[in-house]
């Protein structure tokens, strides 16, 4: 049988993604008031068992060597784990009065629920009164304001505007019944995006659907997952249980059953909440939203010290797309869905900006391609509510462009309430015809511009 060491040197070969909780240190949790303690929303553990993690030697050995089981806590403030530092000072206005309902009915004309304006100023206080670093509220005004805009540029693309609860493919359309909600999960072949309806179920015919379900993670590192089949029912066949899958729901799309174990254990004090239950994501504001603000205020990119919120405070728009969907993002494979999708998020982003009144948008360090993929969407016509934020690399052309103007000049600024452009925009739902619509007008766009200088 082989060592416990030896058990745990395999583990961080399979989990490579899982530190130890001397990151979280109990090394040196002495005096000043602090005190290494048990997280039992983790596993059952006593306190007397941490005490063995005060030692720099004991990294790989139980309790220690389970992220977060041990954890330093200043007996002065509320027994919660502390996010990463951005070493700002906290700021003196609270963010929802940076940002009002009128702005967020602007924003997202037609969101619905649970994406309420209460909903997310409620979360906020959640997370600032618990927490040092505050969400919004840390540096400058101009940091505040910039954090929310680039927070309302992600969310709004992940959430098509804050009309989409659920994932398209697992669950574009739910049926209801007195028994609950159900799914009919379809794989992209099968699915008619015009109409948003999938014609085969994955889970049809002996099927099972297990996506977002990395069965090798296990608690107290994520929710126990496995193959979902469909309802035993014969009104129901084709439909699965969502409460059985972990795909993406809320403001970010929260998905893996890993992350719906984490923010679980922040949003509830509880591992179990999300993990029995996590189409609460879908279904009320303080977990829609949570789940979001858990992600920006927690969420570390692999091997690094940083977060979407220490990001967006330094600048740096691409350093959270990174974070958020680096792999499929930074950059991403041309001609992919994710290459157009670069397009709706950037154009989300600068409507963002813009009703948050920032000075300039944040740089897009941090994620390889994103500065030439903004570039490109202003040159060529696609992103227009971008224009105002673009410089160009050279203010003055060494030559005048020739082109044919168009017969009708185009809008410098169109809304997003206008219901042509946002079924455009749509996640998801972006379609390479639509370049004959835009196209005509890209030359005139750029003069225009060009000649405003």
């Known amino acids: 049988m082989p060592s416990t060491k030896t058990t745990l040197f395999l583990t961080s070969l399979l989990f490579p993604n899982i530190t130890t909780a001397q990151d ?3 090394v040196g949790c002495v005096g000043n008031g602090r005190k290494c303690i048990g997280d039992q929303a983790i596993q059952a553990i006593n306190d007397e068992d941490c005490a063995i993690c005060l ?4 990294e790989w050995t139980w309790p220690c060597s ?6 330093c806590w200043d007996t002065d403030k509320l027994m919660v784990k502390q996010a990463l530092s951005s ?3 906290v700021a003196n206005k609270k963010p929802c009065d940076l940002f009002s309902e009128k702005a967020f009915n602007a924003l997202a004309p037609n969101a619905i629920y649970p994406y ?4 997310l100023c ?5 997370f600032n009164e618990r927490y040092d670093e505050k969400l919004f509220m840390m540096g400058t005004v101009q940091q505040q304001r910039g954090e929310l805009a680039a927070f309302l540029g992600h969310t709004t693309h992940e959430s098509a505007q804050y009309t989409a609860v659920r994932e398209a493919l697992p669950c574009a359309r739910t049926t209801e019944q007195a028994s609950g909600v159900y799914c009919k999960p379809c794989d992209e072949a099968n699915f008619d995006w015009a109409n948003r309806y999938c014609e085969v179920s994955k889970v049809a015919n002996g099927q099972f659907y297990e996506d977002y379900c990395d069965k090798i993670v296990t608690p107290p590192h994520g929710c126990v997952c496995g193959p979902t089949t469909e309802v035993d029912q014969e009104d129901l066949k084709g439909l699965m249980n969502p409460n059985f899958a972990f795909f993406g729901r809320g403001a970010i799309q929260l998905s893996w059953n890993a992350n719906y174990l984490k ?3 922040v949003l509830t004090e509880s591992s179990d909440t999300l993990c029995s239950q996590p189409d609460l994501v879908a279904t009320e504001p303080k977990y829609a939203w949570g789940t979001a603000l858990w992600f920006w205020l927690f969420q570390k990119p692999d091997g690094q010290e940083t977060t979407c919120h220490i990001e967006a405070l330094n600048g740096r728009f691409g350093g959270t797309l990174n974070i958020i969907n680096g792999k499929l993002e930074c950059p991403p494979v041309e001609g992919s869905y994710h290459a157009e999708a670069i397009v709706t998020r950037l154009r989300y982003y600068c409507i963002a900006a813009t009703i948050m009144d920032v000075n300039r948008v944040l740089s897009f360090e941090g994620c390889v391609g994103l500065a030439e993929a903004f570039e490109d969407c202003v040159m060529t016509g696609w992103c227009p509510e971008c224009v105002d934020f673009f410089k160009p690399p050279s203010m003055q052309p060494t030559k005048a462009p020739t082109v044919k103007g168009p017969t009708n000049q185009p809008s410098r600024w169109r809304s997003w309430a206008d219901k042509d452009w946002m079924s455009e925009i749509k996640r998801r739902d972006s379609s390479s015809d639509r370049a004959a619509s835009v196209l005509s007008s890209v030359t005139f766009l750029v003069m225009l511009y060009l000649v405003g200088q």
Do not use: M
């Open 263 to 265: 923010a679980s254990q």
């Open 87 to 89: 070493g700002f000072e």
């Open 122 to 126: 409620e979360s906020i206080e959640y």
């Open 116 to 119: 309420t304006y209460e909903g």
């Open 55 to 58: 030692k720099s030697t004991s």
């Open 24 to 26: 979280n240190s109990c």
């Open 66 to 71: 389970v992220d977060g089981l041990c954890w």
